[in-house]
């Protein structure tokens, strides 16, 4: 139960840090996604550059069972914040992983989050126009 409410926490201080992020100056932003990575995922380029079938190896062999849906949750988020930001063809490529992500977790995660459905919907709005 401890470690529950820690990585709860920790999740809670994840998206906080991400919103500061966003708020930043894209010239700024890239430092500090590097460091959100590698705060709460792991290697910025390593997790990234990872097609979604190695990343979800890496989160098997890196995370334990309690944490693994979550933390792939949160490469996720961070290629949808970088996504965002970013120009073409980078940006539908990071948009993309995102995208496979969110939905793998959708389908893993015994929680329902309405805001990963809107995201989820969102995405694929994007990447199908």
Known sequence: MIRQDYFIRLIEEFAAALAVMLKKKEDERDDSLRELYHQ??????????????????????????????DRLELVAELLYAEGSYK???LRNMLLEKAYLLFAYVDEKQSVYSIERKTKIAKLHSILHE
């Open 87 to 89: 120009t073409n063809p």
């Open 40 to 69: 709460y995922v792991g290697d910025y380029t390593l997790v990234r550059n990872m097609s979604v079938d190695e990343l979800i190896g890496y989160a098997a062999n890196e995370w334990n069972d309690e944490e693994r849906i």
